[in-house]
């Protein structure tokens, strides 16, 4: 089974990466060894609709994302969507992301903004049928340690229990569809 972990914010002092860096983790605990993708540290150009914009590393995410059955994304909330940044990524990538396996973990700075992953969802699942994993995890502030630093830490059980849960269902439907 191929996995791949992408961390989406653009902030070094991100939460949404602490989620993204525990799937990672237990995806190990499960026997998977999941590709890392940080968007801090790869170079993807603003999406303008011709094959101009698809240059620095966007070849390359694109050949890691469709060789992949599944993928976990963590996001920060922008404006109740996911950051521009992942949503350029999808952009860029597009039909790399064909049937995939896709389990969602977010950051927010509010409980109010707890429906805005629903857009990407929908593209995904309607753009490219991507099986959109029914349980998703959506954290705050309060949720992480508020060191804000690199040992910046979850400090919610129920998050952590959360992000275990979405890691088991990840593997289990992706398991299935890799045999596919
Ligand atoms: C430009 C901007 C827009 C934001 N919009 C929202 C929002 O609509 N809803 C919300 O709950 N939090 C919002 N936030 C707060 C972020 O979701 C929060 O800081 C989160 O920790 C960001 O994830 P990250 O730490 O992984 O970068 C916004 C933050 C910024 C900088």
Request: charged share 20%; hydrophobic share 45%.
């Amino acid at each position: 089974m191929r996995m791949v972990v992408i961390s989406g914010s653009l902030n070094p002092q991100s939460r949404s990466r602490v989620l993204a860096r525990r799937a990672h983790e237990l995806l190990a605990g499960h026997d998977v060894v999941a590709q890392w993708i940080d968007l801090q540290q790869v170079d993807i150009p603003m999406c303008d609709g011709t094959g101009d914009s698809k240059g620095g590393d966007v070849a390359e995410l694109r050949q890691t994302i469709d060789a992949a059955d599944g993928v976990l994304l963590a996001a920060p909330v922008y404006s109740f969507d996911v950051n521009a940044a992942v949503k350029n990524l999808v952009e860029q990538t597009g039909r790399a992301w064909t049937d995939k396996v896709v389990g969602l973990l977010c950051a927010a700075g509010g409980r109010a903004s707890y429906m805005s992953v629903m857009s990407l969802a929908n593209s995904l699942m309607l753009d490219f049928r991507c099986l959109i994993v029914p349980r998703f995890v959506y954290a705050t502030a309060s949720d992480f340690s508020d060191d804000r630093t690199e040992q910046m830490a979850l400090a919610s059980d129920d998050v952590s229990e959360r992000v275990a849960e979405l890691v088991a269902e990840m593997v289990r439907l992706a398991g299935t569809s890799s045999q596919h």
